[in-house]
């Protein structure tokens, strides 16, 4: 079992869709949960960052997690062809160190 | 500097010979990790330092791979006799403290041939 999980996709949206990506980690004192973008060619890019149960909005933005259910998620709504990229889960425990474990990320296209 | 700085961008090296990756971080910023990604793969935990702490070396794949970090800001990664297999995109990143995100350089692209 890895670490962190991702569905690789691709994810194709239409534009103005809600696109909704899913993330699962097997560590239970994992403490941490980012979302990052990465353009093709390009280096990861932190998006959203989550630390407690429940839901975090930032924009178009809104990462949602559930550590009973080991599970953290990013929706993105109004969805826009510049949102096509590579969403990337990353997790780790906190405290004295912050190794980040990453998922292999989940495809994301937004079709117009 | 206003970002993680890295460099060169890219590198391509005959297999044997050492190379010698540079990261600078965000200023301020006390930790300072390394990661690598090949191709169509997820990124891959190399090296951690933080502060004047022991460095978690934890994710280097062979002896042939060291790092150090001066005056608690420059990194530098060192791969001797490189083999085909180290080809991939080192990434540098950097964060104030511990628990937060993490932020990236550009990377350095390495190709062995």
């Known amino acids: 079992q890895k670490e962190v999980e991702q569905n690789s996709g691709p994810l194709s949206v239409p534009e103005g869709a809600i696109a909704s990506l899913n993330c699962t980690y097997s560590?239970?004192?994992?403490?941490?949960f980012f979302w990052y973008r990465q353009y093709s060619g390009k280096s990861p890019e932190l998006i959203m960052s989550i630390y407690s149960n429940g839901d975090k909005e930032d924009g178009r933005f809104t990462a949602q997690l559930n550590k009973a259910s080991q599970y953290v998620s990013l929706l993105i709504r109004d969805s826009q062809p510049s949102d096509s990229a590579t969403y990337l889960c990353?997790?780790?425990?906190?405290?004295?160190?912050?190794?980040?474990?990453f998922g292999t990320g989940t495809q994301l296209k937004v079709e117009l | 500097g206003a970002g993680v700085s890295q460099s060169p961008s890219n590198k391509v090296t005959e297999k044997g010979k050492d190379v010698e990756l540079r990261c600078d971080p965000i200023s301020g910023h006390t930790a300072l990790y390394w990661y690598r990604q090949s191709l169509g793969q997820g990124l891959e935990f190399l090296i951690y330092?933080?502060?004047?702490?022991?460095?978690?070396k934890s994710g280097l794949p062979s002896d042939r791979f060291s790092a150090e970090r001066t005056g608690g800001s420059v990194s530098t990664l060192t791969i001797q006799r490189t083999q085909q297999e180290d080809s991939a995109v080192y990434l540098c990143?950097?964060?104030?403290?511990?628990?937060?995100?993490?932020?990236f350089g550009s990377g350095t692209r390495l190709t062995v041939v």
């Open positions: 330092f933080q502060g004047n702490s022991a460095p978690d």
């Open positions: 560590d239970r004192v994992s403490q941490s």
């Open positions: 990353a997790v780790g425990r906190g405290g004295g160190g912050n190794k980040l474990t």
């Open positions: 990143a950097s964060s104030y403290g511990t628990g937060g995100g993490y932020t």
